[in-house]
């Protein structure tokens, strides 16, 4: 496909061209076709381009060129904003989240986060998502058929409930659990309308403002049951190991607790919420999306058996790495300017969105051959140039979470590839729920006895 190139735009803060259609009709095509209508803007208009969403209604300038990509990503973390990009998820993550803050307090808040995902922390998770893993795939039986989704969210929130909140009463985990996939499996209009505080007094908006308030309501309990009784120590085994033995929220009610500057609740519950919700919903919809590409393979899936009988943890990832790219969970990261500013030799005026668009990215033949096909072979070696691949961002705002994420997929493939043959007898369709791409089937898998490697 020709790239069609244009300089900058104008002698001042010009928007690039797009669709000229209502920012109604734009929202709507982009929550039901969305990968059709950004390729077939690109073609038109070149890169950037320009679209319209709701609420707002919100311009955003789409950029998939690596260089441009790059600047994005390495320019001022305030000037290009990631809390005002992120401003929908505000009603739900609050206004202390690690999403919802920009310069020094976001620095803050990631220093304070980072230990809870350093590489030593991340491998005293690994039981705990193997004990899930081996739980939910022990109920699966040859000849039955599963939603991949549906219990690809069902074991995710159990591994980050058990992460995050696992010290607290199973009383109180029971009843978090439903609020959270409530919370979760909301349609985009209802996410969009989380901007409009006067809309939470009418359905269906009022009961996700309930269920909002009940699920703070256990954090902030929990909060204070463990602040009144007094943290856990870390563990000494732990410790020699470089990570702690206790959940997430102990973490964070012993952060600054010793200089007398400790977390408040509302701090806590923030970030809590933060992690509970990011770290549940990607993760299941990449390993559903990537159950379903091996169930359409059988060249592929045989290779990832053998992978899974010979412990090859590198190509498992591989699946995974493949399956977020042809797939991807997030179509592109936002950061709205602050004021005016050249980006990709444009120049664009203050409170536009800039969009490195991961969807775009992601599927160019210029960066990978056949970008439609499902080749794990790709990220093996040296794997993708930089800047093409894009699934946990970039820059400063880059996910904390993504060593976790891939080691949490490389376990619950081995798990069902070592169990059970999986197949996928249709092409799945993508659905936005909230703001994640998920298989809108549920992406379900026939199961059959395990083949040999």
Not at 342 to 357: K, M, Q
Request: aromatic share 6%; glycine share 8%; net charge neutral.
């Amino acid at each position: 496909m020709a790239r069609s190139k244009r300089p900058g735009v104008g002698r001042g803060p010009t928007l690039p061209p797009g669709p000229r259609t209502p920012a109604l009709v734009q929202t709507v095509q982009a929550f039901t076709g969305r990968q059709a209508a950004f390729e077939r803007h690109r073609r038109r208009y070149g890169d950037p381009f320009t679209v319209s969403m709701l609420p707002g209604p919100q311009r955003l300038v789409m950029f998939s060129e690596p260089a441009a990509i790059k600047e994005i990503f390495a320019g001022d973390p305030v000037q290009f904003s990631g809390a005002l990009g992120n401003e929908m998820l505000r009603a739900a993550m609050g206004d202390r989240s690690v999403m919802l803050n920009d310069g020094e307090a976001h620095r803050a808040i990631r220093r304070y986060l980072m230990p809870a995902f350093s590489p030593a922390a991340v491998r005293s998770y690994r039981p705990i998502v193997e004990r899930a893993a081996a739980a939910e795939v022990a109920s699966w039986r040859p000849g039955q058929t599963v939603s991949a989704l549906e219990r690809m969210s069902s074991l995710t929130l159990d591994v980050m409930t058990e992460m995050v909140l696992g010290a607290s009463d199973p009383r109180s985990l029971a009843e978090l659990r439903p609020r959270l996939l409530r919370l979760v499996e909301v349609d985009p209009v209802v996410v969009g309308g989380w901007l409009y505080p006067r809309l939470r007094a009418l359905p269906p908006w009022r009961g996700h403002a309930r269920n909002l308030a009940a699920i703070d309501d256990l954090i902030e309990a929990e909060i204070a049951d463990r602040r009144s009784s007094g943290s856990p120590e870390p563990a000494p085994d732990a410790a020699a190991e470089g990570a702690d033995a206790a959940d997430l929220l102990d973490r964070l009610i012993r952060v600054g607790a010793e200089d007398g500057e400790p977390l408040t609740a509302a701090e806590i519950r923030d970030q809590v919420v933060t992690l509970l919700l990011a770290g549940y919903e990607t993760s299941a919809s990449t390993i559903a999306w990537t159950l379903h590409e091996l169930g359409r393979d059988e060249r592929v899936r045989a290779r990832a058996r053998r992978a899974a009988d010979e412990g090859d943890d590198d190509y498992l990832e591989a699946c995974l790495q493949e399956a977020m790219r042809l797939h991807p969970i997030i179509d592109y990261v936002a950061r709205t300017l602050r004021s005016d500013a050249r980006v990709g030799g444009v120049d664009l005026p203050a409170g536009v969105t800039v969009a490195p668009a991961i969807l775009l990215a992601h599927h160019d033949e210029h960066a990978f051959e056949d970008p439609h096909a499902f080749r794990p072979e790709r990220f093996l070696g040296e794997g993708p140039a930089p800047h093409t691949f894009l699934p946990f961002g970039g820059g400063v705002r880059r996910c904390i979470g993504a060593a976790f994420a891939l080691m949490e997929g490389v376990v619950v493939l081995r798990e069902v590839l070592l169990r059970v043959d999986v197949v996928a007898d249709a092409p799945a369709p993508t659905r936005l729920r909230n703001i994640t791409n998920v298989p809108g089937d549920g992406a379900p898998l026939r199961l059959g006895p395990r083949a040999a490697g």
